[in-house]
């Protein structure tokens, strides 16, 4: 199945609300990274809710045929990365998610806040 970048943004948002994700924001990276088109970013209450977020991630994206390139933090789970090419998603402890403030970081960027 082909996606659009703005599509598979949208995927991860939705598998990440569905499990009760918080403030999550859709950045478009695009012509302001070389690395992504695409961040999702969203917070989550603990470390098991971290995963559970991560893992419908995977699960969701995978039913579309579309494979995870690479994962950082699952197993302290207090950041996870999961790349997919044009889009990553970023799944914080929220107290992690104010101290690398990768919104203001990457302020340049578009945000959409995802209201699922």
Not at 81 to 96: Q, R, S
């Amino acid at each position: 199945m082909i996606q659009t970048d703005n599509n598979l943004a949208e995927l991860v948002a939705k598998a990440a609300s569905d499990k009760k994700a918080r403030d999550i924001v859709i950045m478009d990276l695009t012509g302001i990274s070389p690395v992504t088109d695409h961040f999702v970013i969203c917070s989550a209450n603990s470390t098991t809710q971290v995963q559970a977020i991560a893992d419908n991630i995977e699960e969701q994206l995978a039913e579309q045929g579309i494979k995870v390139l690479h994962k950082e933090g699952y197993r302290d789970a207090h950041w996870v990365l999961l790349d997919y090419g044009h889009c990553v998603a970023h799944v914080f402890v929220e107290d992690d998610r104010q101290f690398y403030k990768l919104e203001r970081l990457w302020g340049d960027a578009k945000q959409v806040v995802y209201q699922g």
